[in-house]
Structure formats: structure tokens, C-alpha cells
């Protein structure tokens, strides 16, 4: 029987919750290895993050028997590597954080296993993905007996929370070998919305701003929103890139998505096109976002989203 490890980050795990998309990864191994999901987690976990990932479907957590976070990305491919070596794990899956697909680059050479990255769904031993700013979607097989898989957040349903519990056990991690080491981290400051992959509603702006998220930022917390961003935003300086949506940013797929001052290109519409309702406002009529908009407002929109954030704001009182 097929046999899938999910490797998780433990700075994504709490004891309020698991986050979404690891949730989705959680779904995803539990349809394909019928009863026996391993997960690998970077760092020792507590009795309430190892409940949670039992109660969405874990039923053996691999936690490592020394400090791997020390070390960047070396560190963690080097457990998950062992994790995988000790599940016996024919798919490792991953999220498609930044740091999960470094892990991911360094398992896939230490496995010698096929790689892929971006994938939308998994069917079998076929991996879905879209290429070229979502133009083709393509289905992918692995020929290597293992492969390194990592996941577009809000691709699958998340399955509800069970009955199940998880047991813990600790790893020996080999030897890390040279790597550069973490010398300080700073947490980021909260911004109080949620996060930008996982939010029901995004309110996102582009060069139209003309350099002030004001407004959005408005219209997001009047929403309970997220804020997202054009590339041309991003490099202009304007906030950070973080907040990009789109091929080289992030996907998302929330049930509203509001894009102002964003013309639109075939790059930021990969990252939103799945939005259930798109909201667009645009002083050029001919704007390409007004394509696939739902509701297209043309006008400036110094002037409209200020009211918008207003309107709701008196209708919530
Ligand atoms: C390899 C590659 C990857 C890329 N990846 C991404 C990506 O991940 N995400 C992304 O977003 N882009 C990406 N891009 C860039 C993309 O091609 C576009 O350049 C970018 O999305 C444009 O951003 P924009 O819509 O904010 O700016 P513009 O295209 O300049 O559009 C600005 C819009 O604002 C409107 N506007 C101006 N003033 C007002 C006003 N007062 N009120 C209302 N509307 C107004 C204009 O009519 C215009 O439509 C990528 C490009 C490449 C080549």
C-alpha cells in the first residue's frame, strides 16, 4: 500500500489550530494512504498540536531527537529525509511556503526523487499543475520510486476534524553537514487580518494606488479582510512581497476577491482567477481584469473605496 509522509513546519502549527493548508495536506494523504498518514514535523511538538494533527487525520507524528531549525533548510530536508527513510513514504507532501520547497529542493536530492512543485491536485501517482501564468494545466508522473510533491494552498477541501489521536515518536536526524546557521530571528509584527492564502475575502491593490494602500487597508479591515497586491505594487516598494498575488506571488481562492488599481495582466490573474466572486474596480473600462470580474466598477478609485469602507462600516453598526 501507498504509504505518504507530510512534512510540516512547526512554526505552522499551534495549539489554537492547524493551519489550512496544512490541513488540505493532512486531507490529501488520508484519501491516499487509506488509515496511516505519518507526518514529519520540524521541532518537538506539545500534547495540543500533536491532538490537533490526530484529530485531522495523523496517526504517527515524527518529531526530530535534536535541534534541525538551526540550520535553514539543511536541517530539515536532512529529518525529513529519515522521516521518509522510516515511514517508507512513496510521496512526500509539502506546502508551498517558500521555506517547504527549499526543504523540498534539498529531499528530492538526498531521495533521489522527481520533484514537483505548484501542484493543484494529486490523482493517483498524477500531479496536476498549471504552467505559463495558468495557461496549460498539465498532469505529471514521477518515475523515481519516491516523489517530493508540494501543494498550492486551497486546492482541496480541508476534512473536518475527527475522533483520531496521533502517537509521537522521536527521530535520530544524521548528520547535517555544512549549512549556514541562524544567528537571530525576529517575529513579524501582526497585522491583526488573516493571513493572505487562507482568507475568505482579499481587498488587493496595484500601480492605481499610486503608492498609498491607505484605502485598501480601509476596505480590508471594514471587511475583516485580507490585503494582497500587484506586482507592480510590490516592486514599486509600496508593501511588501509578501503580499504579491499571482504566478511569482500567492495563490489565492477566497470567496471575494476585490482587485483595485490591477489592469489585470495573465500573471496576477493565476494567483485569483479561482476567486468565487471578483470584484474589480478600474478607471479604464478596458482594463483585461474587467474579463473576469463578476461585478466591475469603473471609476477612481480614490473615491470608491473610501465609500465602500464606509457604507460597510455603517451598515455593520
Ligand atoms: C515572469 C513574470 C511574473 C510575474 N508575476 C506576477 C505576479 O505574481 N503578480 C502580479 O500581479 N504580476 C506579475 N507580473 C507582472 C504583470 O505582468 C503586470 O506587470 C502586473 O501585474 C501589473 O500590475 P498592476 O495591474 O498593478 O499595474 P498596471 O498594469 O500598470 O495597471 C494599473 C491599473 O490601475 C488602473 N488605475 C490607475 N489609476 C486608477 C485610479 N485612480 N482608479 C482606478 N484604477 C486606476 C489603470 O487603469 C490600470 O489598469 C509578472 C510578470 C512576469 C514577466
Excluded: C
Amino acid at each position: 500500500m501507498s504509504t505518504t509522509l507530510v512534512y510540516l513546519d512547526a512554526r505552522s502549527l499551534s495549539a489554537e489550530g492547524i493551519g489550512k493548508a496544512e490541513r488540505e495536506l493532512l486531507t490529501i494523504a488520508a484519501a491516499r494512504s487509506a488509515g496511516s498518514v505519518v507526518v514529519a514535523v520540524s521541532s518537538p511538538v506539545d500534547d495540543d498540536v500533536a491532538a490537533g494533527l490526530g484529530r485531522f487525520g495523523a496517526t504517527t507524528v515524527l518529531v526530530p531527537s535534536s535541534d534541525v531549525t538551526a540550520s535553514l533548510a539543511a536541517g530539515p530536508a536532512a529529518f525529513a529525509a529519515a522521516a521518509a527513510a522510516e515511514s517508507g513514504a512513496d510521496l512526500v507532501l509539502l506546502t508551498n511556503a517558500g521555506d517547504s520547497k527549499e526543504v523540498a529542493a534539498r529531499l528530492g536530492i538526498k531521495l533521489s526523487a522527481g520533484v514537483v512543485t505548484d501542484v493543484v491536485a494529486v490523482a493517483g501517482d498524477e500531479y496536476t499543475k498549471s504552467v505559463l501564468a495558468g495557461t496549460y494545466t498539465t498532469r505529471i508522473r514521477v518515475k523515481t520510486a519516491t516523489a517530493v510533491v508540494t501543494m498550492k494552498a486551497n486546492s482541496v477541501e480541508p476534512a473536518a476534524a475527527g475522533d483520531g489521536a496521533a502517537e509521537v515518536r522521536r527521530l535520530d536526524v544524521p548528520e547535517i553537514g555544512p549549512s549556514a546557521t541562524v544567528e537571530r530571528t525576529e517575529a513579524k509584527p501582526a497585522s491583526g487580518r488573516p493571513e493572505l492564502a487562507d482568507a475568505r475575502v482579499v481587498v488587493s491593490g496595484g500601480r492605481g494606488l499610486e503608492g498609498d494602500f491607505g484605502p485598501v487597508e480601509a476596505l480590508a479591515d471594514s471587511l475583516g479582510a485580507a490585503v494582497g497586491a500587484s506586482r507592480a505594487a510590490t516592486d514599486a516598494g509600496w508593501i511588501e512581497h509578501s503580499y504579491q498575488v499571482g504566478q511569482t506571488g500567492k495563490t489565492v481562492s477566497p470567496q471575494l476577491y476585490i482587485a483595485a488599481g490591477i489592469s489585470g495582466a495573465v500573471q496576477h490573474k493565476a494567483g485569483m482567477q479561482t476567486a468565487q466572486t471578483i470584484v474589480a474596480i478600474n478607471s479604464d473600462p478596458d482594463a483585461p481584469i474587467f474579463e473576469i470580474a463578476d461585478l466591475g466598477i469603473v471609476g477612481d478609485l480614490t473615491e470608491i473605496l473610501p465609500q465602500a469602507a464606509e457604507e460597510i462600516k455603517r451598515r455593520k453598526a
